[in-house]
């Protein structure tokens, strides 16, 4: 089975059974924008606090 789908499966049976489908959408989001993350930062496609503090604050 695809990885994606056993991952959609494990996610759907932890949510609780009084979950709506905003809930649902909701834990997709999440689990898309850590996974996209993690990616980066194995990439190296990341700065560090104190760089985004210096572009930020003056």
Avoid: C, Q
């Avoid at 789908?5 to 759907?12: C, V, Y």
């Avoid at 909701?26 to 104190?50: M, N, Q």
Wanted: charged fraction near 40%.
């Amino acid at each position: 089975m695809n990885i994606v789908k056993e991952e959609a499966k494990k996610l759907i049976d932890r949510l609780p059974d009084y979950a709506t489908w905003d809930d649902l959408i909701y834990e997709f989001y999440v689990k898309k924008k850590i996974a996209v993350a993690l990616k980066a930062d194995e990439e190296g496609r990341v700065i560090s606090h104190e760089e985004v503090k210096k572009k930020f604050i003056v």
